[in-house]
Every structure is written in structure tokens, then in C-alpha cells.
């Protein structure tokens, strides 16, 4: 049996109609094995949003490699996605096509950057979540930032259990994450500017000596050698 565009298309759940599927084989990138879907973005639109002539002329395409789900991690799936562009014989204006698989000039599928965000609700590391989606770490990184809403800080809310250790965010800086240690939540409580003692020691007393503090019955520091270092050196 040969399948049809429509049939890959809903077996990848893509819901675009105009989105279609031309191809599907696979290729190496950076020699890891990946399949690669061949598709184009068909634009229907007939009038220039600019100017209002039905003057629209085909004007090539944008190609960009998309990066999909994949159930299997060590098999990635990409879309080699051909956006149409049209351009007004009348003004001059040009149009490319969208879509909601993917944003303008984004690499990530839309999808893919949900699941990212679902996976960033279990206990696991920026790093594994990155490895698992075929992102880099920085993405992830950039995605945590982009949705911060979901993480929500309560700085006002101080729990039972307060947990610090320090922890990696984009460009490679440490900083000191503040966590509510009790139960399985982990919930983020604060994210301090750096990973130095003097950042963790002024918010501990900022925070300590509110009324609040007295609901705190545990608290617990990773602090390594380095932090006292760099808060003690010459320049602190
Ligand atoms: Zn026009």
C-alpha cells in the first residue's frame, strides 16, 4: 500500500490541510541517523492584504528544516518545510504562507516545544529534556524563559522546607535555585541573580526575618568551596 500525503500527515497528527507531504526518507546530520519529511506549504490566497488587487503571482519558496516529535529519541524527525510566497504584481508587497506547525522563522515545531514544556513538569534536568526533544540545552533554556508563567515564584509563600543549590541557566551561569523541599513538589520558590554566597546569604536574611520565616523548620544549603571563594575574593 502506498501512502498518501494525507495519510503521513495524520499519522505525524500534522491538522494543517495545507500542509503536503511530498516525500519521506532517511538522511544523516552530524552523523546521526534521522527521517526526514519532504513537504510544502501551500498559501491559498488570492488578494494582496496591502494594497486589496487580486494581483498575487507565485514567488518562490522559504525552505527550513523543522525539528518534530519523535517517540524514538536516537531516530529524530525532522520537516523539510517549503513555505510558498506570493508577491503582489501591483505593489511589490510579498506574503509567505503560515502555519501553526511552526512560528515564522522558528525551527521548532510548535509541537515539539509543548512537549518540552510537558516534560519540563517531571523531575528531570534541562539537559535530558534537551536530548529527549532533539534540542539543545540553550532552547530549553529559552523556552523556560519564554513560559515563565508556568513556573511560577512565590516569593511571598515560604514553605516548611526550604532547599538551595545551584544550578546551570542559558550562556552557562550558575545560579542559586531555591526550592520548597518537602513532599515531592519541588516547587520553585526563587531563582537568585548568581551563585555567590553573598546572593544567597542577603536573600536568606531578607527572607528570614520576615514573619512568615517561622513556618520554615528545615533548610538545607548545597554550597561548594567555589561560592566562598568567589565571595570572599578581593573583588566582594
Ligand atoms: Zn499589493
Same mark, same amino acid.
Given at each position: 500500500?502506498? =501512502? ?7 499519522? =505525524? ?10 516525500? #519521506? ?14 513537504? *510544502? ?39 523539510? =518545510? ?5 508577491? *503582489?504584481?501591483? *505593489? ?13 522563522? *522558528?525551527? #521548532? ?45 512565590? $516569593? ?54 520576615? $514573619? ?25
Amino acid at each position: 500500500m502506498t =501512502l498518501t500525503s494525507n495519510s503521513i500527515r495524520s499519522l =505525524l497528527e500534522i491538522k494543517d490541510p495545507n500542509i503536503k507531504i511530498d516525500d #519521506i526518507f532517511d538522511s544523516f546530520i552530524h552523523h546521526t541517523k534521522v527521517r526526514i519529511i519532504k513537504a *510544502c506549504l501551500i498559501i491559498h490566497q488570492r488578494r494582496c492584504p496591502l494594497c486589496g488587487f487580486e494581483d498575487l503571482v507565485h514567488n518562490g519558496h522559504y525552505t527550513s528544516t523543522i525539528t518534530y516529535t519523535s517517540d524514538n529519541a536516537s531516530h529524530p524527525i525532522f520537516i523539510r =518545510l517549503a513555505k510558498q510566497r506570493l508577491k *503582489c504584481k501591483n *505593489c511589490g508587497h510579498t506574503i509567505m504562507a503560515k502555519t501553526p506547525l511552526v512560528n515564522k522563522y *522558528c525551527n #521548532i515545531s510548535n509541537r515539539t516545544k509543548a512537549k518540552i514544556i510537558m516534560n519540563l513538569q517531571d523531575d528531570r534536568t534541562q539537559k535530558c529534556v534537551a536530548v529527549d526533544n532533539n534540542v539543545s540545552p540553550s532552547t530549553v533554556g529559552r523556552l523556560i524563559d519564554d513560559y515563565r508563567e508556568l513556573y511560577p515564584v512565590f $516569593p511571598e509563600q515560604l514553605p516548611k522546607h526550604l532547599a538551595f543549590d545551584e544550578f546551570h541557566v542559558v550562556h552557562h551561569q550558575l545560579h542559586f535555585i531555591c526550592i520548597d523541599g518537602g513532599g515531592n513538589t519541588h516547587r520553585i520558590i526563587k531563582i537568585l541573580p548568581d551563585r555567590l554566597a553573598e546572593a544567597l546569604f542577603s536573600y536568606q536574611y531578607d527572607q528570614l526575618s520576615k $514573619p512568615m520565616a517561622t513556618v520554615i523548620k528545615h533548610l538545607e544549603i548545597v554550597l561548594n568551596a567555589a561560592e566562598n571563594e568567589q565571595s570572599n575574593g578581593p573583588d566582594h
